[in-house]
């Protein structure tokens, strides 16, 4: 995920505008529809501690709209779009694993976040002091979020690990690959 075209271009600033622009407007719509998977998790979450991880999560949502809402003030974005089908696909997705029980559900959860910890965390290490992305770079790498993964990654070792855990985790990584292989393949 780290090598993908998206990630090494916003490290080395080299991402075309229009490609950043379709991120954040896609991007956005994600993070909407993924409230409602926090949320539907939340429900099945099987003690109070998992249900403290989902609610810091929660809470997170709001400034990280924010930021999206100011990015795209700032580029003169519309958000009120109808999302790509693959981003829908996705989100549908995300819904459906978190009515499949806690175990699926905490591990697609999981994996989710590590899978932006890890590309913002590179995109950080590489990246000029100047970046453009340095919100997006301090919103996924910081070290509160590090916290947050752990804590999720805690909650995923707890459950005996299933074949359908694994299928889960497997399925979040080729949707992550495809958003960004989608956001990269716009008409210019
Ligand atoms: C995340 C995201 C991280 N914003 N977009 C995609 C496609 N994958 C993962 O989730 P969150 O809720 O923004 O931390």
Known sequence: ????????????GS???ATFDRWVVEDHAFVVAFRGFLEALSEVAPDQRARDVLDGGLAALTPELEM???????????LDVDPAPLNQDYSAYLLAAARGGWAVGITVLFGVEKAYYDAWASVRDAASPGTPYAEFIRNWSSPEFAVYVD?????VDREPLTEEMRQAFDRVVRFELAFWDLVCAHPE
Do not use: K, Y
């Open 151 to 155: 804590q999720l990654a805690g909650l």
């Open 68 to 78: 999206f809402e100011r990015e795209a003030r700032r580029r003169g974005l519309e």
């Open 1 to 12: 995920m780290v090598g993908h075209p998206f990630v090494v271009r916003a490290a080395d």
């Open 15 to 17: 991402l075309p505008r």
